[in-house]
């Protein structure tokens, strides 16, 4: 079965530095998305991706944060310069339609910033 | 504004019982409602929709009830098994449909 695959599964990192996490989404899909999970609280919507740019973002995606699809496979998010508030679980989503679209979810990328 | 919440965070239940999570929007304009279940460390796995031209829709032991009156969606859960024990979150696309929105979620425990 087709699956949205991130890495890495946990990154720590320090505070001030840059981060990068990585999703490949399910390879028939056109929609993209980021979402963020601070420890035992609700997934929060950060930015949605279609046709090479971003749809929607969230105030969490704020000038410290960017997506790129750099190659049509992977689907990044970039942190430029963490802060401790950062650490979270960060979901990478695709789906094939808009709306009326079912979200995959990849496992996770565990941000641990020190 | 657009908001999706849950009435209860947590649900404990005994195996075999039935369980019934609720949901309530605020959206009126909202036609597509989606069930999520997070398992601890996991990412959330879609269960079963809803669109708002229907009122029921079921499932394998799942069913999902919208009334659109009260702007209230649930889950029903027949004969709650262990591996059931998870978050469940509702989620509704916003009007734009560029953005799944997820509620808050309630923590469904089983015991044997």
């Known amino acids: 079965e087709p699956e949205v695959t991130q890495t890495p599964s946990h990154q720590v990192t320090q505070m001030g530095q840059e981060v990068i996490l990585r999703c490949v989404p399910i390879s028939n899909h056109l929609y993209f998305y980021w979402y963020r999970q601070i420890l035992g609280q609700k997934v929060e919507f950060l930015v949605s991706?279609?046709?090479?740019?971003?749809?929607?973002k969230s105030e969490i995606f704020d000038d410290q944060f960017s997506v790129e699809r750099p190659d049509g496979s992977n689907f990044t998010l970039k942190i430029r310069s963490t802060k401790l508030e950062d650490s979270a679980m960060y979901f990478c989503?695709?789906?094939?339609?808009?709306?009326?679209?079912?979200?995959?979810f990849g496992e996770g990328s565990r941000l641990t910033v020190l | 504004g657009e908001s999706v919440g849950l009435h209860l965070p947590t649900l404990s239940v005994q195996e075999g019982d039935n369980s019934i999570i609720n949901c309530a929007y605020s959206n009126s304009a909202s036609d597509y409602f989606i069930w999520y279940k997070q398992e601890s460390g996991k990412g959330p796995q879609f269960i079963i929709d809803i669109r708002s031209n229907m009122d029921k829709r079921q499932g394998q032991r799942v069913t999902v009830l919208l009334n659109k009156t009260v702007k209230h969606l649930s889950l029903q859960i027949a004969a709650t098994q262990p591996g059931d024990s998870a978050v469940y979150f509702c989620a509704e696309w916003n009007q734009a449909g560029t953005a799944l929105i997820f509620g808050k979620g309630t923590t469904l425990s089983v015991s044997s």
């Open positions: 989503a695709s789906s094939e339609t808009r709306v009326h679209g079912e979200l995959f």
């Open positions: 991706f279609y046709n090479n740019e971003i749809s929607e």
